[in-house]
């Protein structure tokens, strides 16, 4: 409970002094979530620039000059960061069973190590689940059960690049996908959980979309639960008109409608990662807060328009 005092002290100071809120309170509310993506602090950097950190001491060393450069970018929206962990990480399917290595049956404390320490920072943590041969609903409800979103500041993502069918024996090839419907079911699960904790603010749901197949049926995708908000990150690393074309293909505003909350991921240059997956070169932060354009060679003009809500640093 003292836990759940600190963060609504110190990050819901943007709520209005005048009375206090009526219900929960969104973290996203003119913010920009920026968060640090990886499997865990020194472990496995080649899946994300967590992964370059030993501790808490040097990622405010990493994320200050991020912070730095979009301030004078993001419309004077306060910036929260956020660690973000691969907490389910899909395996090569063998046999029976889902597919998926948890951090926490590695010996990792997730509450000790990354949730109580962000916390007394201001900053959430995000719980990234890439499915496997489960399904969203099943996942939350395994989050739940390990009493992690009792912390006000925990938060959920799931990746349905690496949903795998039960025949499949390589998650992400090909690519997977989660329906409207599913997502719905586990927004449920989270809506309950924090309602019946009287938890102060939303619980946030990013998913990553890099194809309009990945989410299926998504117009269906609901933005009503209250204390839920769902957010759609444009994922996949390319250059920037590829970037900026898919993120108007996918969260543009001819293609996105219903979408109250979206993200944006960077995937910066990385010497442990040796195929090429990063940008090519890294977006100009103009570019990604829909200040400047990318322009096709037929001078069409893509925007990241609206511009994201959520950065997540590959």
């Known amino acids: 409970m003292l836990l759940v005092l600190l963060l609504s002290t110190r990050l819901g100071a943007h709520a209005s002094s005048a009375a206090p809120p009526s219900g929960p309170q969104s973290w996203l509310t003119r913010t920009t979530l920026l968060t640090i993506y990886g499997r865990a602090f020194n472990t496995a950097p080649i899946l994300g620039r967590l992964g370059f950190d030993k501790g808490f001491a040097d990622l405010q060393t990493q994320v ?80 739940i059960a390990k009493g992690y979103l009792a912390y006000d500041n925990v938060e959920v993502a799931l990746d349905p690049e690496f949903r795998a069918a039960q025949d499949q024996a390589v998650p992400g090839i090909p690519v997977g996908a989660v329906g409207a419907g599913e997502l719905n079911r586990a927004q449920w699960f989270l809506n309950h959980y924090a309602a019946v904790h009287h938890l102060p603010h939303k619980k946030i749901l990013i998913v990553h979309e890099f194809q309009s197949g990945m989410i299926r049926n998504r117009a269906s995708l609901s933005h009503a639960f209250p204390y839920v908000d769902p957010v759609v990150t ?32 960077l995937f910066y240059p990385n010497p442990y990662e040796q195929a090429g997956h990063a940008d090519n070169p890294v977006l100009d932060w103009r570019l990604v807060f829909g200040w400047s354009p990318a322009i096709a060679p037929n001078g069409r003009r893509y925007f990241f328009r609206p511009p994201p809500d959520v950065i997540i640093i590959a």
């Open 64 to 143: 200050r000059p991020f912070i730095q450069a979009i301030r004078p970018n993001n419309r004077g929206h306060r910036i929260v960061v956020a660690v973000h962990l691969i907490y389910a990480i899909a395996n090569p399917c063998g046999g029976s069973g889902n597919c998926l290595g948890y951090l926490d049956d590695t010996g990792v404390n997730i509450v000790n190590t990354y949730i109580k320490p962000a916390a007394q920072r201001g900053w959430l943590v995000i719980l990234d689940d890439q499915l496997g041969r489960s399904w969203p609903a099943r996942e939350v409800q395994h989050i």
């Open 234 to 265: 444009a994922d996949g690393f390319g250059d920037p008109l590829t970037k900026a074309q898919v993120y108007d293909a996918l969260l543009g505003p001819g293609a996105s409608a219903g979408i109250v909350w979206r993200g944006l991921k």
